[in-house]
């Protein structure tokens, strides 16, 4: 009986994992979204934000709307970019269903830029959230992004340029317990990307590209179309 232990282990534990993965991990989704920068005056304050629609197909499926932005400080004489933020998010669930759930999100980033040369480029993306999604517990979660910009055609990001994007993101969350007996693991998910980036005009770009999401219970492919617009 003891040696059949970790097999009932085992089975019960796969069991669960596949009951709470309904979601199809070969259908291909879509993101479509919108990147802004702003400065405020000749000052070191300015402003960001992104506006996304999510769909678990081509479009229709909502999983995610985000709406999200944030006051940016250039501390003088650096190119790191400091921002406080909030984001509201509506979750959508896959399939038919049309249930939605909200959450609001209060965040901190700390983005560090670095120029390996004259056609590569290197960002590093830090950020700290506090989130209040609905029906948990108060939570937090650390986020650490690394993009690389690599240009093809020329030496500036600027009009006409064509340029390969990649990025990896990694998210830790900062505690496993959600609410009445529900916990998470400290892992939450990881994000690849890869694109082709074009410059539309000298403060314009757009990317069209391949994410591929993992979380604990699933990995599923996305095309994502984006564009970033620097005012």
């Known amino acids: ?18 009951a709470q993965t309904s979601v199809d991990e070969d259908q291909l989704g879509a993101w479509y979204m919108y990147f802004f920068t702003a400065p405020l005056g000749s000052g070191p304050l300015g402003v960001q934000g992104d506006v996304q629609y999510r769909s678990w197909n081509a479009g229709g499926d909502l999983e995610q709307l985000l709406l999200r932005g944030g006051l940016t400080y250039r501390p003088q004489e650096t190119q790191v970019l400091l921002t406080l933020g909030y984001a509201n998010i509506t979750s959508g669930t896959f399939g038919d269903s049309d249930a939605t759930s909200g959450e609001s999100r209060v965040y ?13 480029r290197l960002t590093h ?11 948990q517990d108060f939570r937090t979660r650390y986020r650490y992004n690394i993009f690389v910009n690599v240009l093809l055609n020329n030496t500036e990001l600027e009009r006409n340029t064509l340029y390969l994007a990649l990025y990896n993101e990694l998210f830790i969350n900062g505690q496993t ?28 770009r757009v990317q069209l590209g391949y994410m591929r999401q993992r ?10 179309l984006s564009l970033h617009h620097s005012w």
Do not use: C, H
């Open 1 to 18: 009986m003891l040696r059949l232990f970790p097999l009932l282990l085992l089975f019960i534990i796969s069991s669960s994992t596949a």
């Open 108 to 120: 901190q980033e700390a983005l560090l830029p670095q120029r390996i040369s004259d056609r590569v």
């Open 125 to 135: 993306r830090f950020r700290y959230e506090q989130r209040w999604v609905e029906g």
């Open 177 to 204: 317990s959600i609410g009445n007996g529900r916990t998470v693991q400290f892992f939450d998910r990881n994000r690849s990307y890869a694109a082709l980036g074009y410059g539309l005009r000298d403060n314009l």
């Open 215 to 224: 979380i604990v219970a699933y990995a599923k492919p996305q095309v994502q």
